[in-house]
């Protein structure tokens, strides 16, 4: 069980993390430092200090990012790509097991609203189709949740018209070309690199995204065919669309010991491309939690898992997503039902 800190000015703090039970390992990154640049082993070995000063373990990077040039296939993304390795063997040597990434062009995790109300007047994020097709993406005011905010008007002008040349099979190629420079890397270091898939899994603003369904990943696991080419495998992300079947592509990638992490939380949707962020509980959302950890729990899972966007509630105000006590109360809900798991298959023997 582990939980997402984003550093010294999170206002959850690695002492309230420590308090939640079953809590154990810390998922961060060094968040200072530009994409595409070297993580000094010094400043990795400092953040695990920090974290296991506070009686937590650090394993788990989300996220080393990808620079743009090697999604763009660009003449510079060599360079970017030595810069990448360097770093993973810099994190290897500290101990780090999994690394998360994701390969989502311009864009990470799109929301159309983080305070969304719910019924019971908590507070949470929401994609609504409509809100996004009004958007013009070059207007000065225009920031959307998960959004890179460091792009002025004017880059992001220059950005899409790069993309505006590459289609899903140029990204496919890119991304190969990225998989088959660093997995062996990885594979020598013993890290898993755990791609996370696109969220939400369609293209935005005719951007491609191609970590979407099952048929893509499959394709995906197949470039390098190794468990250190894995998966961090978000049940919202590719939760949110009733195309995907969750607990069955849960369990086959676990079977095939191909996920590495796993981002467990829950969100409802509609059949038009909407949907919003819930509790964990089964039944406030429209995904089956539970037999989610039972596919992982049959096919004995040992990786690492964390409780992903929380609602805010109880009048707690920060990070949209990431509060502590939503976060809490989901990590609380996933340890009660592996421990039911466990026991029940105890008592079978």
Not at 15 to 33: F, H, L, N, S
Not at 93 to 107: L, R
Not at 131 to 143: F, G
Not at 215 to 228: C, G, H, T, Y
Request: hydrophobic share 35%; aromatic share 12%.
């Amino acid at each position: 069980m582990s939980f997402r800190w984003y550093g010294a000015n999170d206002q959850v703090t690695l002492e309230k993390i420590r308090q939640i039970p079953g809590m154990q390992v810390i998922v961060t990154a060094i968040y200072d430092v530009p994409v595409g640049q070297v993580w000094e082993y010094e400043r990795i070995l400092a953040l695990k200090k920090q974290i296991e000063d506070a009686g937590l373990r650090f394993e788990v990077v989300e996220s080393l990012p990808v620079h743009e040039d090697i999604k763009l296939g660009l003449p510079t993304r060599d360079k970017y790509i030595e810069n990448y390795i360097k770093s993973l063997h810099n994190l290897a040597k500290a101990g780090i097991k999994v690394v998360c990434y994701n390969f989502m062009p311009v864009f990470d995790w799109t929301r159309t609203t983080v305070e969304y109300p719910l019924k019971d007047h908590s507070k949470t994020l929401a994609y609504f189709k409509k809100d996004l097709e009004n958007i013009n993406v070059y207007d000065d005011d225009v920031s959307l949740p998960g959004w890179d905010t460091s792009y002025k008007k004017e880059d992001l002008r220059h950005i899409f018209e790069q993309y505006s040349h590459i289609d899903e099979e140029s990204l496919w190629s890119n991304l190969a070309y990225f998989l088959r420079a660093v997995v062996p890397e990885a594979e020598k270091s013993g890290i898993k690199m755990a791609i996370h898939p696109d969220d939400p899994p369609w293209n935005i603003f005719g951007l491609c995204r191609i970590i979407t369904c099952e048929k893509n990943i499959d394709r995906f696991l197949k470039i390098v065919d190794s468990e250190s080419n894995s998966l961090t495998f978000c049940t919202g992300s590719l939760g949110c669309t009733p195309d995907n079947d969750i607990v069955s592509m849960v369990r086959k990638y676990s079977a095939q010991k191909r996920i590495a992490f796993v981002h467990l939380r829950n969100v409802k949707f509609d059949n038009d491309g909407n949907f919003y962020e819930t509790s964990h509980l089964s039944s406030d959302g429209s995904l089956d939690m539970v037999a989610i950890l039972k596919a992982l729990h049959d096919t004995g899972f040992d990786g690492y898992c964390r409780p992903d966007h929380g609602r805010m509630i109880w009048g707690e105000t920060g990070r949209p997503g990431y509060g502590l006590y939503d976060r809490a109360l989901g990590a609380c809900y996933i340890n009660g039902i592996w421990e039911t798991l466990e026991k029940e298959k105890c008592s079978s023997h």
